[in-house]
T-cell receptor, first 112, second 114 residues
């Protein structure tokens, strides 16, 4: 069992739909990252959060520490949102443990 | 700020050869990470530096792998006696460290071992 699991693995939706990607983790973390990876490999950091909720444009990330669960939402989805979305947990805060444990990613395809 | 750069973008090598990759982090970022990603999987942690000190190595990093960050700036990852199973995307990331510091990733080096 992976320490960080995402669902769904693949998601196809029509342009304009509200998108939710889920992430559950079984390890103790100090922060959770949401990342976006486009074809060709480049990874962009979307959010880093340790509690509550963050919003950036059409993207919203939430985390529930007690339930060890995070969600990434995309409102008014657009074809340019098509990418792989990866959640990653950052190790509990101690020296040398800041590495990330990644989920396997959710491949999102938005159809015009 | 030119972002994290990795060189080369692609490397094709024959099994048994040695390869070296370079990562230039964002200047003044004291943390530098190496990850490996195979097709359809999320990245896996390889090793991590705080300045020039290598603080942690994954058990994935066999004796054939070595990483350095001699002056706390750029880093190199060397793979000796490459095997076909080493074929993957090797990703470098850096951060300023401290609470709330986001990670910045390079575009990766794609290694193909034939």
């Amino acid at each position: 069992k992976n320490e960080v699991e995402q669902s769904p693995q693949n998601l196809t939706a029509q342009e304009g739909e509200f998108i939710t990607i889920n992430c559950s983790y079984s390890v103790g973390i100090s922060a959770l990252h949401w990342l976006q990876q486009h074809p060709g490999g480049g990874i962009v950091s979307l959010f880093m959060l340790s509690s509550g909720k963050k919003k950036h444009g059409r993207l919203i990330a939430t985390i529930n520490i007690q339930e060890k669960h995070s969600s990434l939402h995309i409102t008014a989805s657009h074809p340019r949102d098509s990418a792989v979305y990866i959640c990653a947990g950052e190790g509990p805060a101690r020296r040398g443990n800041e590495k990330l444990t990644f989920g396997t990613g959710t491949r999102l395809t938005i159809i015009p | 700020d030119t972002g994290v750069s990795q060189d080369p973008r692609h490397k094709i090598t024959k099994r048994g050869q040695n390869v070296t990759f370079r990562c230039d982090p964002i200047s003044e970022h004291n943390r530098l990470y190496w990850y490996r990603q195979t097709l359809g999987q999320g990245p896996e942690f390889l090793t991590y530096f705080q300045n020039e000190a290598q603080l942690e190595k994954s058990r994935l990093l066999s004796d054939r792998f070595s990483a350095e960050r001699p002056k706390g700036s750029f880093s190199t990852l060397e793979i000796q006696r490459t095997e076909q199973g080493d074929s993957a995307m090797y990703l470098c990331a850096s951060s300023a460290g401290g609470e709330g510091s986001p990670l910045h990733f390079g575009n990766g080096t794609r290694l193909t071992v034939t």
